[in-house]
Nanobody, 117 residues
Framework: QVQLVESGGGLVQAGGSLRLSCTTS????????MGWYRQAPGKQRELVAR???????NYADSVKGRFAISRDNAKNTVYLQMNSLKPEDTALYYC???????????WGQGTQVTVSS
């Protein structure tokens, strides 16, 4: 059974930083693309950042230069370092794993990030 468990969300003032973590189990972590998505109330879920098995990253324009995604294959964990946070970053953040063989998507339960102005 594939499991993704996020942690690290919370309440922070604008300009502050948070680091999200997502640890996976039940699947070979190192060969899969990992991503962070977010969903604000009344909005669709959107891609924040993604990292391939080879380490290639891409980011939403709204977070470029402020957020950084990384992975530690030895720990089956993906991270999202979020700096210079803005109130518009407030959302429920989800970890995603895309199985490179089947194309299946797996999701964590989400971790809330709230940025106060």
């Amino acid at each position: 059974q594939v499991q993704l468990v996020e942690s690290g969300g919370g309440l922070v003032q604008a300009g502050g930083s948070l680091r999200l973590s997502c640890t996976t189990s039940g699947i070979i972590f190192s060969i899969n693309t990992m991503g962070w998505y977010r969903q604000a109330p009344g909005k669709q879920r959107e891609l924040v950042a993604r990292i391939t098995s080879g380490g290639t990253t891409n980011y939403a324009d709204s977070v470029k230069g402020r957020f950084a995604i990384s992975r530690d294959n030895a720990k089956n964990t993906v991270y999202l370092q979020m700096n210079s946070l803005k109130p518009e970053d407030t959302a429920l953040y989800y970890c995603n794993l895309r199985d490179g063989f089947s194309g299946a998507d797996y999701w964590g339960q989400g971790t809330q990030v709230t940025v106060s102005s």
